[in-house]
């Protein structure tokens, strides 16, 4: 096994599939939806991860009254919040960093966010980008360049952690290092190193206190 080195000052993570799981909650939420609209669900599931949900619904209804049906779709999933668990080995990386190295950016309002958070069990960051904070979601730079700025870091000296393809092309478009992780073999264009788990991930720091993260490639 070999391994690579990112030196950095803040890692920015996506929330829904890098931090928490979620997954049944947001597809049973989208699955109502669909069914309640007459659309083929196989289809929106293709495009809600990684997006904010004001995108996809203007993609299947461009006519609807958009701040009524995310009202709709985000009351769904609060309901559902405390089914939220922790993805496998991401905690021992938040206990590795300080609370100033870490940020989350996600698609996900914030109460919701908020809610995900606590019911996994893991602290609340310093700085949060959230579903309305930015007005361009991902493949947007705009959150990732945001979630610098709030922690006074430059994006060059972020890594960026996600799990689907528009997280690492935002990440990329905002000139940040991004880990890929994912189960599937195809790894996004412009990934910097691309892990199936959190275990292959680890904080070593110098006697300076600067951090590096370690990603152990199989």
């Known amino acids: 096994m070999t391994s690579q080195r990112l030196p950095f000052k803040a890692i920015l993570f996506d929330m829904d599939g890098v931090l928490v799981d979620s997954n049944p909650a947001i597809e ?24 904010k949900a004001v995108e996809v619904v203007r993609h299947f209804l461009p006519g609807a009254d958009i701040e009524a049906v995310w009202a709709e779709l985000i009351e769904q999933e609060m309901a559902s919040a405390h089914l ?19 940020a989350v950016v996600t698609s996900a309002p914030l109460e919701l966010a908020q809610a995900r958070m606590t019911a996994a069990g893991h602290p609340q960051p310093v700085a949060w980008v959230t579903a309305r904070d930015v007005e361009r ?26 799990d689907a393809g528009p997280g690492i092309a935002a990440a990329r478009a905002a000139g940040m290092r ?8 195809e790894t996004p264009a ?14 070593e720091r110098d006697a300076s206190g600067a951090a590096t993260l370690r990603v152990a490639i199989r």
């Open 137 to 162: 979601g991902k493949p947007a730079p705009d959150g990732f360049l945001m979630g610098a700025e709030k922690l006074g870091v430059a994006p060059a000296d972020c890594l960026v952690i996600e």
């Open 84 to 102: 939220t668990i922790p993805i496998p080995g991401i905690a021992t990386i938040l206990s590795a960093l300080q609370r100033e190295e870490w």
């Open 190 to 203: 412009g990934t910097t190193a691309h892990i199936t788990g959190h275990d292959q991930l680890s904080i």
């Open 28 to 51: 049973a939420s989208w699955q109502l939806w669909a069914g309640k609209h007459g659309l083929d669900f196989a289809e929106v599931k293709a495009r809600i991860h990684g997006r």
């Open 178 to 185: 991004a880990i890929y992780i994912h189960a599937q073999s």
